[in-house]
Structure formats: structure tokens, C-alpha cells
């Protein structure tokens, strides 16, 4: 996003702002992938401890959505880029 | 030295809460699309069944593809509520927008 219209002290708000929703939404995203793989990974019941099966699809799960998210957020700036040049035209 | 201080040159060192307000908005707005993109192309591309940790071809293939839609829907949808807005607005209908559906 583009703030070198902005002041400096609304430049320094906005950064705070951005900061602090960096956090939230970093909380959000955990509890998310807690509960996909939990989901995906556990449905077997007999046992109170994660059995090793479970451990490693958990890994997997975790490995994976991150790279996942990695890769959409790639695409995602190109498209962005793209449809600013666009505009810009 | 007003608070309240119009649209446009704010004194360096205040804060606009307009503008602030406005480049939140977009903000909220980005993360909320990325985050559903996010969310939607892994239900979508990513199989639950965790074998590896390592994104597969075809899924990688899958979600380039899932995010160039997923744009591509967003473009198309904008478009139709602007042209149905523009429509209400040519009518002179004086009810909301979807007062019609």
C-alpha cells in the first residue's frame, strides 16, 4: 500500500496500527491451523497421546499450509502489481 | 490550530483521522481477501491427506490457478455490483439497491 501521501505522524499511526494487526491476525492464523489439522490429522480416539502417525501428519499439515500460504502470497502480489499497473495506465 | 482541520493539508505532526480511517478500511479490506484466498484455494487444491510436507506439483499447479480465479471472480462480481448500482441509480429508484430482489 501506498502512504507517501501521508505526514510523518500518520506514517507512525498507520505502522503501529499495521504492527499490531501483523499480531492479531499471526493469533488468528495459529488457532486456524491448529483446528485444519487437528481436524484433518486426529480422529482416532483410543489414545489420550498423539501417536507418531499423528505427529507426522501434523508436521506435514503445518509444513505444508505455510508453504501454501507462502505461495498464494506470491500470486497475490503479482496479481496485485498487475491490476496497479492497469490502473495506472 | 484547529482539531477539526478540513479535508486535505493537515499541519505536519496531526493526524488526519479521515485519511487514517480511509487507509484502514483498505487495509482491513486486503487482509480479509487474503486471508479467504488463503482459506478457500487450501480447501480447495491442498488434500487433507498429509503424506508429505512438501506442496506437490499439481497442487502448486492448482493454486496459481485458484488465486488467477479467485481475482478474476472478484473483478467480475465488482463489475456487477457497480452495473446494478448504476442501473438503480438511472431508474431514480429511491429504495436500496436490493430493495428489487
Known amino acids: 500500500m501506498d502512504f507517501s501521501q501521508m505526514n510523518a505522524a500518520e506514517q507512525a499511526h498507520m505502522s503501529r496500527v499495521i504492527e499490531k494487526k501483523q499480531m492479531q491476525d499471526f493469533l488468528r492464523m495459529y488457532s486456524n491451523l491448529v483446528e485444519r489439522c487437528f481436524n484433518s490429522c486426529c480422529n482416532d480416539f483410543t489414545s489420550k497421546a498423539l501417536s507418531s502417525k499423528e505427529e507426522q501428519c501434523v508436521m506435514n499439515c503445518t509444513d505444508k499450509f505455510l508453504k501454501h500460504s507462502e505461495r498464494v502470497g506470491a500470486r497475490f502480489a503479482e496479481q496485485n502489481a498487475e491490476s496497479m499497473g492497469a490502473a495506472s495506465k | 490550530m484547529s482539531f477539526l482541520g478540513g479535508r486535505g493539508s493537515t499541519p505536519a ?3 488526519n483521522p479521515e485519511r487514517v480511517e480511509m487507509a484502514m478500511q483498505e487495509l482491513d479490506m486486503i487482509t480479509d481477501v487474503f486471508n479467504k484466498l488463503v482459506s478457500s484455494c487450501h480447501n480447495k487444491c491442498v488434500s487433507p491427506r498429509y503424506a508429505e510436507g512438501d506442496l506437490n506439483k499439481g497442487e502448486s ?4 490457478r485458484c488465486v488467477a480465479k479467485f481475482f478474476e471472480v472478484n473483478k467480475k462480481v465488482g ?3 457497480q452495473s446494478m448500482g448504476a442501473g438503480a441509480a438511472a431508474t431514480g429508484a429511491t429504495q436500496s439497491a436490493f430493495g428489487t430482489l
Open chain 2, 13 to 15: 505532526g496531526q493526524v
Open chain 2, 61 to 64: 499447479v492448482c493454486i496459481d
Open chain 2, 79 to 81: 463489475e456487477k455490483l
